[in-house]
């Protein structure tokens, strides 16, 4: 599911999916408390979600409706699609399916895709992270461009786009790219997707990461990265040149 609460959260103000019941047939995981929910799921119901990774809101006019608020879900661990619904949770438009072509996220593996970040260019950034690429959209789904992390330097790994997150500046110079392969965040030049620096690195010692899975910043340009699995704590960045 996806929710929206009143900021004190003493309020549920909005829900998309339904608890316990995802976008998949009753044969896909009979023997789970919920059978409907796993990959490969239906990638097409208008209601339903299959364990969703990620969300963004829009706050300018959808291109199509122009209306304010349209909610992008990166659908998910079980599905292969952005989908899309306007502020009050009616559904909109999706894209995206299994496979390794243009506009396709992996067809297993977990995380497809597995996070949805909207760029003040317009654009929808969508992690393809079991592919190791950031694909790169218009708001109605149109591929715009394919930005691959694979710096050959550091050897082979898997999942190196597992989560991005745009600097907060204007013209959001720069990206950070989270690679749970190899325990780094990345951070690059958005224009160009040229790599220009990294963070961290395999250990658990202050600023090193083990398992980091999600990246967010705040108003001053501070970074904040959280691990899972074998790391399960939050690091705290400070920005010291822009």
């Known amino acids: 599911m996806v929710q929206k609460w009143t900021h004190d959260g003493s309020e549920m103000l909005l829900q998309i999916g339904t608890k316990g019941l995802c976008d998949g047939p009753p044969t896909l995981n009979p023997n789970s408390p919920h059978p409907t929910c796993g990959e490969p799921g239906n990638n097409s119901s208008r209601t339903l979600l299959n364990a969703p990774a990620d969300v963004a809101v829009d706050p300018n006019p959808d291109p199509v409706t122009g209306e304010p608020g349209s909610v992008y879900i990166a659908d998910g661990y079980g599905n292969h699609r952005i989908v899309v619904f306007d502020r009050e949770g009616n559904y909109l438009r999706q894209w995206g399916s299994a496979g390794s ?51 050959a330097e550091y050897g082979e790994a898997t999942l190196r786009a597992t989560d991005i997150e745009l600097s907060r500046d204007p013209e959001q110079r720069f990206m950070f790219v989270v690679d749970l ?50 790391g399960r704590r939050n690091q705290k960045f400070a920005l010291v040149s822009d």
């Open 181 to 230: 392969g190899s325990n780094r965040i990345w951070i690059l030049e958005r224009e160009s997707g040229d790599i220009v620096g990294s963070i961290g690195g395999s250990g658990h010692m202050a600023g090193e990461f083990t398992f980091p899975h999600t990246v967010v910043t705040d108003s001053d340009g501070n970074l904040y990265a959280a691990e899972t699995i074998g």
């Open 101 to 151: 072509g243009d506009g396709q996220f992996v067809e297993g593996g977990g995380g497809h895709p597995h996070c949805v970040v909207l760029g003040n260019d317009g654009l929808v950034y969508a992690c393809d992270r079991g592919q190791n690429r950031i694909q790169v959209f218009d708001r109605e789904g149109n591929l715009q461009r394919i930005v691959r992390i694979d710096p």
